[in-house]
RNA sequence: GUGGCUGUAGUUCAGCUGGUUAGAACGCCGGAUUGUGAUUCCGGAGGUCGUGGGUUCGAAUCCCAUCAGCCACCCCA
């Protein structure tokens, strides 16, 4: 037996044993759960796209990252790296079905062959949400009430949401002439808070050889402070008779002001405009977005997104606009973990029964699918081993109660119940209908 | 893709400039306690030193390659 395989996972790829596993469709759930709050739909598509599909789509990094290969007919194929393209490929292709405002939230792994990190791993799961066919201001709104109702539902304690607005951004490269080397002025703007007002401006005097005078206007830009408002009006002015620049100010004005008053006041601090964010992305066009935790800012954006208008044109002439984000799961995950915002849960049901008396299996069973139908989760152990593993298993494993019935129990028509985190134990009289002992389980869950 | 650091029991690590049967703590399993889990005591299992080559009388230790992890760049979730 010594040429056994070695069981191993690929570079980026990873198992998620059940500790994982929790609390990840914890958020999963959560997110569904707000997504189908505003009328959002869920919808899937391939893993596997034809190349074409995919191919310079994102940028060249994207290009480079991307999973592809021929499959058995010989056709060149790719793994989808976002959930944005293949959302274009498929309204693009099913438009005149679906309708439009189309709302749809897709949660589905993603694949980029990009090198690992802590937090980082080729293979990755996305939760993103977008509203395709309209132009409006609402969708862009709603985008941002989105991601504050979910990141309010997942308790990830003080979080802020920057906005910013590509027609700002390119009004002002309009104004001073860099209007082409607007990706690489926005890229290195991008990193201001990383690297600071020197880094940045060395690296747009080498990467997009701007000039001095240009450099300070962007970061007169870049580095506004104050309320939003007071920074709002520093903005306008910076791109006053740019027509895209004032209409980005504008938008932003309205839905910094939509966004607050619709929030509840503690909550509506939480907006923030950040003139220096701007997103990697091509694609977006007007407002974009991205979350940070007060916590833990450094760990990055662990929501993004904005509004991309032109994005189906490359699969379709039809005019199909679109505004939406994503939820960084793994990343979040990771960020909670760290703020020891998790609960450390291993099981999925929080009643234990121990298998006390071996002649007594189909008595436990029948008491497990009482509580059951009650809807409370319930897990019978396998094996009449010594009690005292049994708890040990189930103190390990975080259940909450635990329900002691040996042949004295059963003969005197009792029950003890056990709450595992205290120690304490209570003894039930069971009842015809094991009503009063639901009871008394449902009483130390609820405490 | 580029550069740097790391890789020894399940886990965290020790192992001096190469030298006999590679250690500890915690964890795990069993028992003390045949009806009660985070304590205590006793006992036990578990490692081809990431993998493959090379140098050497001799390699966990030195060299090369490879795989994996971490960090920075890049990019992004």
Redesign the pocket.
């Known amino acids: 037996m010594?040429d056994r395989i070695t069981p191993?996972?690929?570079?980026?790829?990873?198992d998620y044993p059940p500790a994982m596993m929790i609390p990840r469709e914890w958020i999963i759930e959560t997110a569904r759960r707000v997504y189908r709050l505003y009328g959002f739909s869920p919808i899937d598509t391939p893993a596997l796209e034809h190349l074409e599909i995919l191919i310079g789509k994102?940028?060249d990094?994207?290009d480079?990252?991307l999973y592809r290969f021929e499959d058995h007919g010989g056709r060149p194929v790719g793994m989808r790296f976002?959930l944005t393209v293949p959302l274009a490929r498929f309204v693009a292709q099913n438009i005149q079905d679906l309708g439009t405002p189309f709302k749809r939230y897709h949660i589905a792994n993603v694949w980029?062959g990009?090198?690992?990190?802590?937090?980082?791993?080729?293979e990755?799961m996305?939760c993103d949400f977008d509203t395709i066919g309209t132009t409006s201001l609402s969708a862009d709104i709603e985008m941002v009430l989105v991601i504050n109702d979910l990141l309010t539902a997942l308790d990830v304690g003080g979080f802020t949401i920057h906005v910013n607005h590509r027609g700002l951004l390119n009004g002002l490269l309009e104004k001073l002439g860099l209007a082409d080397q607007a990706t690489a002025v926005l890229?290195s703007l991008?990193?201001l808070a990383?690297?600071g007002a020197e880094g940045v401006s060395k690296?747009l005097r080498s990467a997009a050889s701007a000039t001095d005078s240009q450099i300070e206007q962007l970061l007169k830009l870049s580095s506004l402070e104050g309320s939003n408002d007071e920074m709002l009006a520093e903005a306008e002015k910076l791109v006053i008779g740019s027509p895209v620049g004032e209409r980005g100010v504008a938008q932003l004005r309205e839905l910094i002001g939509s966004v607050t008053t619709t929030l509840s006041s503690e909550a509506m601090g939480r907006i923030r405009f950040a003139p220096s964010i701007c997103?990697?992305?091509?694609y977006y066009t007007g407002i974009v977005v991205e979350t940070t935790l007060d916590d833990l800012p450094e760990i990055?954006?662990?929501?993004?997104g904005g509004r991309y208008d032109n994005l189906a044109n490359l699969f379709t002439s039809q005019e199909l606009p679109g505004v939406g984000a994503?939820?960084?799961?793994?990343?979040l995950l990771a960020a909670l973990e760290e703020l020891g915002r998790l609960e450390q849960v291993h099981t999925p049901a929080e009643v234990f029964l121990p298998f006390?008396d071996s002649d007594r299996r189909n008595e436990y069973l029948s008491l497990a699918a009482r509580l059951r139908a009650a809807g409370m989760g319930v897990e019978f152990f396998p094996d009449a081993?010594?009690?005292?593993?049994q708890?040990?298993y189930?103190?390990?494993r975080g259940f909450r109660v635990?329900l002691?019935?040996?042949?004295?129990?059963f003969t005197s028509g009792e029950c003890?119940v056990?709450?595992?985190?205290?120690?304490?134990?209570q003894t039930v009289a069971r009842g015809d209908d094991d009503a009063n002992l639901i009871a008394a389980v449902r009483c130390i869950l609820q405490s």
Request: aromatic share 6%; no cysteine.
């Open positions: 010594s191993r996972t690929l570079k980026g790829f990873r994102g940028s990094e994207t480079k990252q976002d980029r990009e090198n690992t990190q802590r937090g980082r791993y080729r990755f996305q890229r991008d990193k990383k690297i690296e997103r990697g992305l091509d990055g954006s662990v929501a993004s994503s939820l960084g799961l793994d990343r006390f081993k010594k009690l005292g593993k708890l040990q189930a103190n390990r635990a002691i019935l040996g042949n004295d129990e003890q056990k709450n595992l985190a205290t120690g304490e134990s």
